[in-house]
């Protein structure tokens, strides 16, 4: 497609249950990003793909986060067990490749309500 | 570890007036800079980018941004806003190496900026 897309736009759901994120990166694009963004606050970088390279999770919050990208395509967030807290706006983002200053397409984001 | 500092989290103007918006970043090395807008209800975008050159950098809409190396800013530009330009704004940093942590783009909190016709 021309643009990074996200679904859900919106989702609902109740404290303690499971969510799944998607995520369809600009084709071609082998570096994937996710981020959080909560009100009034900044992005906060949680995960980074790069072609078959091993993930950096070293943003992921805690262990009810995680996440994977298959064929090196499509990404999915997944949050277990979710807790108020993790109500925000979660962006993905791809960019062309691995050099340094690639500029990073956003996608309109998933606005995460629990409750 | 590389952190961006903006320092309005709102700035209101009106039509025509002359707008800044300060970024203040912290890390030991080289880097590259980016702005970065999100309208209402649309997606973050780039405004700007610096690499490495000219440190007056001139994006999209008429902005443009100045990157002084000695002060560690990156401050945010336009001579006369417009109400079209009411949206958030993002100042961002990344390592300017190649290689393990390159990809790294550390995000500032936002600065609002509302302009009134």
């Known amino acids: 497609g021309a643009g990074v897309s996200q679904s859900p736009s919106n989702k609902v759901t109740e404290k303690g249950k499971d969510v799944e994120l998607r995520c369809d990166p600009i084709?071609?694009?082998?570096?994937l990003y996710w981020y959080r963004q909560s009100l009034g606050q900044g992005l906060e970088f949680l995960i980074y793909?790069?072609?078959?390279?091993?993930?950096?999770k070293s943003g992921l919050p805690s262990d009810r986060f995680s996440a994977e990208r298959t064929g090196g395509s499509v990404s999915t967030l997944t949050i277990q067990r979710t807790q108020q807290e993790d109500s925000a706006v979660y962006l993905c983002?791809?960019?062309f490749g691995g050099g340094a200053g690639e500029t990073q397409y956003f996608g309109p984001g998933t606005r995460l309500l629990v409750l | 570890a590389q952190s961006v500092s903006q320092h309005n989290h709102h700035v209101i103007l009106s039509e025509a007036a002359s707008l800044e918006l300060g970024c203040n970043y912290s890390y030991g090395g080289t880097v590259n800079l980016f702005w970065y807008v999100q309208y209402p209800g649309q997606h973050l975008q780039l405004l700007l980018k610096y690499f490495s050159g000219d440190p007056l950098v001139k994006g999209i809409k008429g902005f443009e941004a100045e990157f002084i190396k000695s002060k560690f800013s990156f401050n945010l530009r336009k001579p006369s806003v417009q109400w079209s330009d009411t949206a958030e704004y993002f100042c961002a940093v990344s390592p300017s190496y190649s290689g393990a942590g390159s990809y790294q783009l550390t995000f500032g909190k936002g600065t609002k900026l509302s302009v009134i016709p």
């Open positions: 983002a791809s960019r």
């Open positions: 084709s071609g694009h082998t570096a």
């Open positions: 793909f790069q072609g078959n390279s091993a993930p950096d």
